[in-house]
């Protein structure tokens, strides 16, 4: 039996067997993931009002890397059915996609709602439904209106109010077809990158109180939102309503306590932050964190701390408003406490945790810098998150792997990513994690934020300079659908890429 070697990564043929003969259930959920913003386009089509995103691009088209927009994108807004089409070439079992808020409400309250982008999404999920393909809906993937980010957006302590108000119209316009709702996208993407840094739109780039305050109103959003689906959806509707957090894997760089410790500190700044205030027992924002900001902020002449604490009402009120644990995941890194440092602006969350991270130079590299193939990296974040917070049923919501603008059909480097990151998650499966489902990213190539389109994620090429934004699949695409077909994952199995596209009548 081969072997295959590659950058220090061995499938070794004595454990290809093994896996091999492993099969994820039946009721196993796959499926692919896409934001709004990255493919829609129709910026401004039919009374959609302008997002964030939208203001960006226009305004500072500088901050993205190619300098180009999401203003068609993909062009999802008139090619849902081809869309669909794909879902049904790979043979999903469900599509993870996001509504635009600003599409449905253009000014972000609901006093007014926009009949032309209730019909769009109608129409998506009626098509998925035709074929059996379950919608898994994410109300919020970074595209708030400008509006409300003119009033200060997730900074604002109205906007959990602002968030219910367009919960409960998605709920009712949609709820009857859409059992699986998730509320944030990433909330660490929002908060820190969004308010307390400048690397995802607003760019507030308040770095002593962005990510903080932004994480305390987007908590109790979410917890306004589930409240108003189980109080007044949930009876009639029969839908769960979750969370999806990035949860890339940390761990300590040694053995040595020290070590340990600014691994769990480098966890509670990324994701436990969001994450604990909903799924723990002790609820509010973690200890650790929460001991070492008020400290700081004493100490550089704030009055109080600049992390804001959770009332002990707030913090019962949010403890367990989760029906599932949505994970996005890529890779990992080590954490050290004194290795590897960088110099962070002051305060800031990075400058309070004060840690270094380090990624050996042997771990396959993706097109984005950030993003290399992390050894169990998935088994290690399920593992934890399952022994952290117990009886919680996961859904993998997005793992993927990008290649360069200009990288041919054949993505061997993907479809040995996807390996590696599904052979993780059977392990993590056999250790007893409830995981339910896996969605890869991406079903299509798109605009990738900052990067615009320079990183591609896509199973699916999409031909950005063709006004029909033709879509071809990818090997990668081939080697998915049969791992969702057989539910086996075969290190062996070699789509004939002589004719794979040819038959599939591209």
């Known amino acids: 039996?081969?072997?295959?070697?590659?950058?220090?990564?061995?499938?070794?043929?004595?454990?290809?067997?093994?896996?091999?003969?492993?099969?994820?259930?039946?009721?196993?959920?796959?499926?692919?993931?896409?934001?709004?913003?990255?493919?829609?386009?129709?910026?401004?089509?039919?009374?959609?009002?302008?997002?964030?995103?939208?203001?960006?691009?226009?305004?500072?088209?500088?901050?993205?890397?190619?300098?180009?927009?999401?203003?068609?994108?993909?062009?999802?807004?008139?090619?849902?059915?081809?869309?669909?089409?794909?879902?049904?070439?790979?043979?999903?079992?469900?599509?993870?996609?996001?509504?635009?808020?600003?599409?449905?409400?253009?000014?972000?309250?609901?006093?007014?709602?926009?009949?032309?982008?209730?019909?769009?999404?109608?129409?998506?999920?009626?098509?998925?439904?035709?074929y059996n393909i379950t919608p898994m809906v994410t109300l919020y993937h970074w595209d708030l209106p400008q509006k409300l980010q003119d009033l200060g957006g997730f900074l604002n302590p109205l906007f959990p109010e602002w968030f219910e108000d367009y919960a409960r119209v998605v709920f009712e316009k949609f709820g009857d077809r859409v059992k699986h709702w998730i509320t944030f996208n990433e909330p660490r993407e929002i908060c820190y990158e969004g308010y307390g840094w400048s690397t995802k739109a607003p760019i507030v780039n308040a770095t002593d109180i962005g990510t903080?305050?932004?994480?305390?109103?987007?908590?109790?959003?979410?917890?306004?939102?589930?409240?108003?689906?189980?109080?007044?959806?949930?009876?009639?509707?029969?839908?769960?309503?979750?969370?999806?957090?990035?949860?890339?894997?940390?761990?300590?760089?040694?053995?040595?306590?020290?070590?340990?410790?600014?691994?769990?500190?480098?966890?509670?700044?990324?994701?436990?932050?969001?994450?604990?205030?909903?799924?723990?027992?002790?609820?509010?924002?973690?200890?650790?964190?929460?001991?070492?900001?008020?400290?700081?902020?004493?100490?550089?002449?704030?009055?109080?701390?600049?992390?804001p604490e959770f009332t002990d009402e707030e913090k019962k009120y949010i403890q367990g408003t989760s029906d599932f644990f949505g994970v996005n995941h890529y890779t990992g890194v080590y954490v050290s406490a004194e290795e590897y440092k960088s110099n962070h602006i002051t305060p800031s969350l990075l400058s309070d945790i004060d840690v270094g991270t380090y990624t050996p130079p042997d771990w396959l590299a993706s097109a984005s810098s950030w993003l290399k193939l992390s050894p169990n990296s998935i088994y290690n974040s399920l593992t934890h998150l399952h022994n952290k917070y117990k009886n919680t049923k996961f859904y993998i919501t997005e793992n993927g792997w990008s290649s360069p603008p200009d990288s041919e059909l054949v993505d061997d480097d993907r479809i040995l990513y996807y390996r590696t990151a599904l052979n993780s998650l059977l392990d993590a499966i056999e250790a007893g994690v409830d995981v339910k489902g896996y969605m890869a990213w991406s079903l299509m190539d798109n605009f990738e934020w900052m990067e615009g389109y320079t990183e591609r994620f896509g199973l699916y090429h999409v031909n950005f300079d063709h006004p029909d934004r033709t879509r071809t699949p990818r090997k990668s695409a081939f080697v998915y659908k049969e791992i969702l077909k057989t539910r086996v994952i075969d290190p062996n199995y070699e789509p004939d890429t002589l004719t794979m596209w040819i038959d599939e009548g591209h």
Not at 28 to 44: D, L, R
Not at 102 to 109: C, Y
Not at 272 to 299: D, Q
Request: charge should be negative.
């Open 1 to 130: 039996m081969r072997c295959l070697l590659y950058i220090g990564l061995i499938i070794a043929g004595c454990n290809a067997q093994q896996k091999q003969e492993r099969r994820f259930p039946d009721d196993f959920i796959f499926g692919t993931a896409t934001a709004s913003y990255q493919i829609e386009g129709g910026w401004n089509a039919d009374g959609k009002g302008e997002n964030i995103w939208d203001h960006m691009t226009h305004t500072k088209p500088h901050v993205i890397k190619d300098s180009s927009n999401g203003d068609m994108a993909a062009d999802s807004y008139n090619n849902y059915e081809r869309d669909v089409e794909m879902m049904r070439e790979l043979g999903l079992d469900a599509y993870r996609f996001s509504l635009s808020w600003s599409r449905i409400l253009p000014n972000g309250f609901s006093n007014h709602v926009n009949e032309a982008g209730v019909t769009f999404y109608d129409n998506y999920i009626n098509e998925m439904i035709k």
């Open 212 to 307: 903080y305050y932004c994480a305390k109103y987007l908590v109790l959003a979410h917890a306004n939102a589930y409240k108003a689906y189980v109080n007044d959806f949930k009876a009639t509707q029969n839908g769960e309503c979750g969370i999806t957090i990035s949860v890339n894997w940390f761990g300590p760089l040694t053995d040595s306590a020290d070590d340990e410790y600014a691994a769990e500190l480098k966890r509670q700044a990324e994701w436990e932050i969001y994450a604990n205030p909903i799924f723990s027992e002790e609820g509010g924002f973690p200890k650790e964190l929460s001991e070492i900001v008020a400290k700081k902020s004493l100490e550089q002449g704030y009055k109080k701390s600049r992390l």
